[in-house]
């Protein structure tokens, strides 16, 4: 398939750039996959989608406020970093703008000297390794001094960095938020427990890779960025009981469902408990061995992620969708409004 099979056209404007105040007061888009029938809703709404025994998977990665705005030491010149991931105890894989500054034995300030960071290596894509000192707890003084790394198509700034986190977020690590649990309350989720619906955690860290656009024509060409995810041996039991009984597993996000389709594929449709990285590349065809339903935003034209969801339903009826979101002015993207697909 080509890339432009996956194009469509959304006017600038429905990119939202701010949040809701009241996370439920999304509006939501319902898609019948059998009967290609679209309603438009409040994500309020969702629980009468829900019946007692699905289940629903939700992705409990909490955002790291990933960005740094630093001095080189020596020249003071002004060095942005963006965190990537840890390699190990005090080291992370980084971004730095402008990263030519950036050479091996490089330091770097942070805050008046509460965080200090060396260069201790380069990476083949241009990232550096930085090994960071600092008194007390590294997420604290991260926490103090950093800020949210919020797509590139958010242009305003956000004045509440916990809007930028599902209220269950919980294991550090993400460069970006898993959006389509914004959308939850923990309200909203006990009414859903108590209607008999089985909630459960998986956790996938999202990479900056999931904004990276497509480069290539031909998506068989495309290769995909690794994330780290783990599923712990509670969530495999619930989920392995829930299709033994008939029960659905509806996904929240596509970073749920990248995990729990791994996981699956790895092994015969079984979930166990594990750890790893995957570099999963879902779009059509694709036969779904994990997930019955999906949870999640709009998605930019031409991602891999409108090639996941196309991939669900298939690429007509997405289309079709998304030209009706347009139509009906959805909000688009991370801070927009949500779809459930069944």
């Known amino acids: ?21 009241d996370r439920t007061a999304s509006r939501l888009l319902v898609l019948n996959r059998k009967s290609q029938e679209i309603e438009h809703k409040h994500f309020a709404d969702i629980k009468s989608y829900f019946k007692e025994g699905d289940c629903l998977v939700l992705n409990d990665t909490r955002v790291l406020p990933a960005r740094l705005y630093g001095i080189k030491q020596g020249t003071g010149a002004n060095i942005e970093v963006l965190l990537l991931h840890q390699e190990e105890q005090d080291q992370w894989e980084v971004l730095t703008k402008p990263a030519k500054k950036v050479k091996v034995g490089t330091e ?25 000192s600092y008194e007390g707890i590294f997420y604290e003084v991260l926490d103090e001094l950093g800020e949210m790394p919020l797509p590139p198509y958010i242009k305003e700034q956000l004045p509440e960095k916990e809007r930028y986190q599902t209220v269950y977020a919980k294991e550090e690590g993400s460069a970006a938020a898993p959006t389509a649990g914004l959308h939850f309350t923990n309200e909203l989720l006990e009414e859903i427990k108590e209607m008999g619906v089985t ?16 480069s290539v024509n031909d998506i068989n060409d495309h290769k995909m960025h690794s994330e780290f995810y783990h599923m712990t041996q509670e969530t495999a039991d619930i989920l392995n009981r829930i299709k033994a009984d ?7 996000g596509t970073t749920s469902t990248r995990t729990l389709e791994t996981i699956a594929r790895d092994n015969d449709g079984k979930f166990v408990e594990c750890s790893g990285w995957t570099d999963i590349f879902i779009y059509p065809p694709y036969e779904f061995r994990a997930i019955d339903g999906l949870i999640t935003n709009f998605h930019l034209p031409k991602s891999t992620l409108i090639m996941l969801v196309s991939a669900l339903s298939d690429r007509d009826t997405i289309l079709k969708a998304y030209n009706e979101a347009v139509k009906e002015k959805y909000r688009f993207f991370s801070f927009g409004d949500a779809m459930l697909i069944l």
């Open 199 to 214: 909630v459960a955690f998986i956790t996938l860290h999202v990479g900056l890779g999931t904004f990276r656009p497509v």
């Open 108 to 132: 770097l300030i942070f805050g008046d000297g509460k965080l200090k960071a060396t260069c201790k290596g380069i990476k083949e894509h241009g990232g550096r390794i930085l090994e960071f």
């Open 246 to 252: 008939g029960g659905r597993i509806i996904s929240v």
């Open 1 to 21: 398939m080509n890339i432009e099979d996956f194009d469509f056209e959304l006017p600038e404007e429905l990119i939202a750039q701010t949040p809701l105040k």
